[in-house]
């Protein structure tokens, strides 16, 4: 049979289950862009930028079980959006990024947009691939997916020639896709030595990140079996219920809250699942990991990596912790319920929030009240995206996560400028979830165009913009040491100037006494199918733990000499201003 390159791709796409194309199409995709249109199965998503298209596609493949997949022009579309490639290749995201090329039956050079785009995305993606002949466009497709999908997920890029694509050429019979399978157990012995340390242990902890968020039944019956407590990685925030009396929050070391540090404080056994032990998830490494580390993660490269594992579990979270639940029933009952523990960790919390509430200042929002109304009008369900930026660690520390895969946000690679788009991924996969997203003036500044993406299809987004007019994460950062914190203050951005040349609804959040009917008046708004930016006149002026955790940790390594120098700079500044 003759099939276009373009046929072919859409069929490869519909095998596989993708659900979405997110991109702009040019000169060398028209005749994708039109096989596309003609599918039944897939929806174009026409985006204002190519890295709101990799957020946005980012996001689709996060939370739900469908591929997000890029269709961009060649050279400009596809640095575009590199940023959320890179971000998805971080962060364990898979992707598909297709993109057209230069013809390859010209024997010309220098053609629109010719460019070593493989080099390029080298070393951003786990493979590339350079299609040449119409009889290897689907068999490329699947193998790409194989790839993204397999092992430690992420993007894959693949290259179809515009010659391929626009013209047609004899192929064999259409190859039917086959699902990859998952990882098989670990070896019985290694899972058994795990499950002796646990039996073993008097103070076992459990730290769960991203890797395990298809495993959450399982950490929870981990956590009751143990009777140990949870801490989650950024990434991992949704994986462990934040309402369950075993639930610590966002790391375990010095730049944890303080009920995570008191839990894990004596710990004898820590189970590491799905978490490589990353710069941000140990708040620069400033954590105690005891002898006894017991490391799961699909990656085998990620196992002891930073920190010596006793036992190392290579496979899927959930096959896993399986396995390991089995040794553990024949090794005894469960541990009974550690009262003491849960009183402790529910005091520490209660007592962590009273700090924030004392910290109100009048005309601006109080962060732990706005996020105690959030919560409260919030589903369970609900989706939340978070940018990245002094409200991602205000996130992670104030706001309970209640359900499985419902929080998405930049880590390790840490992308400005991710919610905003990747809401609208989110928001398409889930029409019936309530999506919102909490971004900064400075994040928000550099995709908020892609909410005309969010308007023209009609998805009732809610936006949190928290505005205190400065880049406030790094603001904080350069204060602490250097007593001045240069280039980091914002021009003067109209926020409603911006719901209105996108098509959203604009509300104002002054101060405490408006937060209650600012989101309730967002979310009817939202219902509607219309998104809504709600400018937050955020207090930035109350530091997290993590930010003062962090610097303190980092500051600690200095050598004497150094840590001289910036002493007395900062005294010196604070004295003379």
């Not at 971080?90 to 947009?113: A, E, F, K, N």
């Not at 795990?194 to 769960?208: H, Q, V, Y």
């Not at 109080?366 to 996130?395: C, K, S």
Request: charged share 20%.
């Amino acid at each position: 049979m003759k099939r276009t390159g373009a046929w072919l791709t859409a069929y490869a796409l519909e095998q596989v289950g993708a659900r979405f194309t997110f991109g702009i199409p040019g000169v060398h995709t028209t005749e994708l862009y039109d096989a596309l249109n003609n599918s039944n199965r897939i929806t174009q998503v026409l985006v204002t930028h190519e890295g709101g298209a990799s957020f946005m596609a980012d996001a689709v493949s996060r939370l739900s079980d469908s591929i997000g997949v890029l269709t961009v022009v060649p050279a400009a579309g596809l640095t575009h959006a590199a940023s959320g490639i890179g971000e998805a290749f971080l962060d364990g995201v898979p992707m598909l990024v297709i993109t057209g090329g230069p013809r390859t039956d010209s024997g010309h050079r220098y053609q629109l947009h010719q460019m070593d785009t493989h080099k390029f995305m080298a070393g951003l993606t786990k493979a590339t691939f350079h299609v040449t002949r119409h009889e290897d466009v689907v068999p490329t497709l699947f193998e790409a997916y194989r790839v993204a999908t397999s092992g430690e997920p992420g993007p894959v890029f693949v290259e179809l020639p515009v010659n391929i694509l626009l013209l047609t050429d004899d192929v064999s019979e259409l190859p039917q896709f086959k699902p990859v399978p998952r990882p098989a157990p670990q070896a019985a012995n290694d899972i058994t030595r795990a499950a002796e340390l646990l039996a073993a242990a008097k103070r076992p902890g459990i730290f769960a990140g991203w890797g395990t968020r298809d495993a959450t039944a399982e950490l929870i019956k981990l956590a009751e079996w143990l009777q140990a407590p949870v801490a989650t990685t950024l990434q991992g925030l949704s994986v462990f219920p934040g309402n369950h009396p075993l639930h610590v929050g966002f790391g375990f070391g010095s730049s944890a809250v303080p009920a995570a540090q008191n839990a894990f404080k004596d710990c004898d056994c820590l189970v590491g699942i799905g978490t490589r032990f990353a710069e941000i998830a140990t708040g620069s490494y400033g954590v105690t990991v005891p002898d006894n580390l017991i490391h799961i993660d699909i990656n085998p490269a990620a196992i002891g990596a930073n920190f010596p594992a006793k036992v190392g579990l290579v496979g899927d979270a959930a096959t896993v912790l399986r396995e390991l639940l089995a040794v553990l029933e024949t090794k005894g009952g469960r541990r009974a319920s550690d009262g003491a523990l849960r009183e402790q960790i529910a005091k520490d919390k209660a007592a962590y929030r009273a700090t924030w509430y004392r910290h109100d200042n009048a005309g601006l929002v109080n962060p732990v009240r706005f996020f105690d109304e959030l919560r409260r009008q919030m589903p369970d369900n609900g989706i939340l995206a978070i940018d990245d930026g002094n409200h991602t660690f205000l996130t992670a520390e104030l706001m309970p996560i209640h359900a499985p895969k419902s929080v998405i946000l930049p880590t390790d690679f840490n992308c400005m400028g991710y919610a905003v788009p990747a809401a609208i991924g989110a928001k398409l996969a889930f029409p019936d979830r309530s999506v919102q997203a909490i971004v900064g003036d400075g994040a928000f500044t550099m995709t908020c165009m892609e909410i005309l993406t969010a308007a023209s299809n009609g998805l009732g987004i809610v936006y949190y913009v928290f505005n205190d007019g400065e880049l406030a994460q790094i603001a904080q950062a350069q204060q602490i040491p250097y007593g001045r914190k240069p280039c980091t203050q914002l021009g003067k951005l109209n926020i409603e100037g911006v719901a209105l040349a996108t098509g959203a609804a604009f509300v104002a959040m002054n101060d405490n006494a408006s937060i209650a009917g600012a989101i309730a008046q967002a979310n009817e708004i939202a219902s509607t199918g219309r998104p809504v930016i709600v400018a937050v006149k955020i207090d930035y002026s109350k530091k997290t733990a993590f930010t003062l955790g962090t610097v303190k940790t980092n500051f600690g390594r200095f050598p004497l000499n150094e840590k001289l120098r910036f002493l007395t700079r900062a005294a010196v500044r604070h004295m003379v201003g």
